[in-house]
């Protein structure tokens, strides 16, 4: 494995811009790399990404990193080829290491490409010794993604959706350090310094859901409500992400409790066969809490996102008469009061 460091001659270097000194402190103050680490970057043409990529060579100096850019080709548009090319052609100028998947056939949805991208993105890294794979959204896709969770109703753990770090499947990190720079900046360093970007037709496209968001309605809350609109709404996913990570913890602190049999003896907290939960313990929680741990509980027994319905029906036996059961979930599990438990047993 070559460690040539990705280091951009001085001449191909952008000068020190604002940007430049917000990325630094803020991947300095929430300790988001390690000096001499090894970076995988995914580049998708676009502004935010090619942003991405020119400020962390220029800052490559200070922090020793090791740079790569990774390209995945969704096969989507009629352009994909040129735009995975495009994205080559920049590594090879700037010296970095270029790795590129090809999906093999065209993926039908928004979703489908995503999931694929991560998987390939993941597999990229894993070959090749990343142990961080880098990405480009802003505080844009932070206020976008609230905005669009909100409507379709999540509840606060998809408001809080794009954090700073998550552990992908493989134990690979995904790390997002532009949550607090908005595409507008992103456009804008691009436009001054001639950063060529590839215009991606389908970012036009309003059947896309989070298109419509983007350009009819972010523009309209702007203009009729409130010009920061996405700067604020990209504060409360900030807000609301500590207050998630709190209550999940205090969630799991009180599932584990309430599976404390009466021996003292701890129910499996990950065997989904031999779930039972005290009620005494849970009728003393607060509905937050509760309503967590029975969701926690639900989408290990489904194997799958939960309803707030199916949820709702679990708080109900809390307080419900002995021998009370819910209706079978999908995949066929069902809950039982027996005196101060609930059991959910597969049927
Ligand atoms: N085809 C791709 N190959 C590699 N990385 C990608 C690709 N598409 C998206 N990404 C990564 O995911 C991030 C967010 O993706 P999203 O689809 O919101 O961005 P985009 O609009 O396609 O492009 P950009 O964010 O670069 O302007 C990108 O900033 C980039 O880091």
């Known amino acids: 494995m070559s460690d040539k460091r990705s280091l951009l001659p001085k001449a191909d270097r952008t000068p020190w811009t604002p940007l430049h000194a917000k990325l630094h402190r803020t991947i300095r103050s929430r300790h988001l790399f390690e000096r001499n680490q090894r970076l995988l970057i995914a580049v998708s043409g676009g502004q935010d990404s090619l942003c991405l990529i020119k400020i962390l060579l220029d800052l490559q100096p200070k922090w020793g990193w090791y740079l790569s850019i990774a390209h995945c080709d969704h096969c989507w548009r009629s352009d994909s080829q040129a735009n995975a090319k495009h994205v080559e052609n920049l590594a090879?100028?700037?010296?970095?290491?270029?790795?590129?998947?090809?999906?093999?056939?065209?993926?039908?949805?928004?979703?489908?490409?995503?999931?694929?991208?991560?998987?390939?993105?993941s597999a990229i890294a894993q070959e090749n010794q990343f142990?961080?794979?880098?990405t480009g959204h802003t505080a844009s896709d932070r206020a976008e993604t609230l905005l669009y969770n909100l409507i379709r109703g999540t509840g606060a753990d998809g408001l809080q959706a794009l954090t700073w770090q998550r552990l992908l499947d493989n134990s690979i990190l995904l790390v997002r350090p532009l949550l607090e720079i908005t595409r507008m900046q992103t456009g804008q360093f691009c436009q001054d310094f001639l950063v060529p970007v590839w215009e991606d037709s389908t970012n036009q496209d309003l059947k896309f859901a989070r298109n419509r968001i983007r350009q009819n309605v972010l523009p309209y809350l702007q203009e009729n409500f409130n010009p920061q609109v996405e700067s604020v709404l990209a504060q409360?996913?900030?807000?609301l992400q500590a207050e998630v990570e709190y209550l999940e913890q205090a969630a799991?602190?009180?599932?584990?409790?309430?599976?404390?049999?009466?021996?003292?003896?701890?129910?499996?907290?990950?065997n989904p066969y031999s779930i039972k939960l005290n009620r005494r313990v849970l009728q003393k929680a607060p509905l937050a809490l509760q309503r967590r741990v029975m969701r926690q509980v639900l989408q290990e027994i489904i194997q799958s996102g939960c309803t707030f319905e199916q949820i709702e029906k679990l708080i109900a036996l809390i307080s419900a008469p002995n021998r009370s059961q819910s209706d079978p979930f999908p995949g066929?599990?069902?809950a039982q009061v027996q005196g101060d438990w609930i059991y959910l047993?597969?049927?």
């Open 92 to 121: 090879k100028n700037w010296s970095v290491s270029f790795y590129l998947r090809t999906a093999n056939e065209p993926l039908k949805s928004e979703a489908a490409a995503r999931n694929w991208r991560y998987q390939a993105l």
């Open 236 to 239: 409360t996913a900030e807000i």
């Open 252 to 270: 799991y602190q009180l599932r584990k409790e309430a599976m404390v049999t009466s021996t003292g003896e701890e129910g499996n907290l990950y």
């Open 345 to 347: 047993k597969q049927l």
């Open 131 to 134: 142990h961080c794979i880098v």
């Open 332 to 334: 066929g599990a069902i």
